[in-house]
């Protein structure tokens, strides 16, 4: 079975036909596409979809900034699910994603699903507007794309759980795309690509808001990008809400890790960790 949708005949022609109004989407570059899969495919997928929540090795977020579920790579997949998952870190793909975005530098996806995968949000879970990430953790690559499905049949405008895109200044949403079946989202992710569902689930306690991520690197990226040295998600009030995130205390580690160039820091860490 072809899991793209039929209409789209070749991928990568699709990505260039679709660059433009991917790079001067605002605030930063990124796309809303509505039936980009095979609809009877990937409904095999969202049937599939576990509750995390009673699944064993899951990471579970419950607090200020999150409150979410989260698979830990791709041991909860449907073999319908490792099907769609591996297309997606495959050539095909990648390419797809270099024409679309017009990245110079070679993108490479993750196996690994840092990060990725199954992602869950139960009625009354949020996630606050961020920046994500910007190393792997495992291979050090830098964090260039984000790649959402959204697996929910029937979703309606008052559940909520808009995906908000936001501008630098954080004075505004310029998207909030409701996360509905077949609808993926890519967007360009940088230290300025602030995003996230930061407003509580008002769906029905028996629905919950489903979703399969995957992210996409390369070796290198354009220092404008970038405001620091390697980072966590950085979570950022919007304008107007006092308190709207809880911010993590500053350690000595953080203060040396910023002011250390990361090959010294690096081997600093490699040589204490031999000593344990």
Known sequence: MNLLNPAIKDLKQFGKDKHEEYINSEPFPSIVIDDFFNEAFLSKIADDFPDLAKQQDIKVYDNQNEKKYEAKG???FSDDTKLLAHFLNSQPILEFLQELTGIKETLVSDPYFVGGGYHEIKPGGLLK???DFNKHELFK???RINLL???NKDWEENYGGHFELWDKNMTKAYKKVLPV??????FSTTDFSYHGHPNALTCPPDRSRKSLA????????PKSE???TPHATIFVDR??????TEQEPVTAKDIVRGLTPPFIYNTIKRLAKKGE
């Open 226 to 228: 970038i405001s620091a």
């Open 239 to 244: 304008k107007g809400i006092k308190d709207d």
């Open 214 to 221: 995957l992210y996409y690197y390369s070796n290198g990226r």
């Open 141 to 143: 690559l830098d964090r």
């Open 149 to 151: 499905v959204y697996l």
């Open 74 to 76: 791709e041991k909860h």
């Open 129 to 131: 507007v961020h920046a």
């Open 181 to 186: 079946f077949n609808r993926i989202a890519i």
